[in-house]
């Protein structure tokens, strides 16, 4: 039996949903996690913004307005982005958790374990499809450096397995021969 719940299922699945990669990295834009943290987007910039401090760089930045696009465009849930006037934040894991930290509430600290588990399990994906691409082509180049040999061996035994055809008989035919007549 799972020890998870159907809405702990249910949250793992919206958030996956929520979650972007731009610019190489994993990210989940302001709108979507203010949604997830039940406080409207213009809240949770506002709390970003007071405390600029805890949010360096590798924490969050602001989309360019190609990235926006480029998201509105990719993204159907993220369609009421197209019209707003402001470029949206992208909050890595890091500031997903630093973003529920500066709301202080109750719904965002509780959210915000469901989306560290999602962007855990998520690297953890992505490094085990990094792992199984790996290795076939670990074993394409090991293989590879022995073809030859192998070529070779198989050569040898397909010689030593294979059933000798029986030598040529000299057929002698019955009956009567013109040639033996003409001998004599």
Known sequence: MSDRSS????????????????RGRRVITDSE????????????????????????????????????????AICDHLQSLKFSPT?????????????????????????????VR???????????????DRRPRQLERRVGKHDFHIAGIVKKLRELTAVPSPPPRKVRRIGFNREDEQEE
């Open 7 to 22: 809405g702990d299922i249910i949250r793992q699945v919206r958030i996956e949903r929520a979650i972007l990669v731009i």
């Open 33 to 72: 996690l203010a949604e997830l943290y039940g406080v409207p987007t213009r809240r949770l910039n506002e709390q970003v913004k007071r405390n600029a401090s805890r949010f360096p760089g590798d924490f969050m930045f602001r989309l360019t307005a190609g990235e926006k696009a480029e998201v509105v």
């Open 87 to 115: 470029l949206p934040n992208a909050f890595t894991e890091h500031g997903a958790i630093m973003a529920a930290n500066v709301l202080n509430s109750e719904l965002a600290v509780e959210m915000s374990v469901h989306v």
């Open 118 to 132: 999602t962007f855990v399990r998520l690297r953890e994906a992505a490094a085990q499809h990094a792992e199984l």
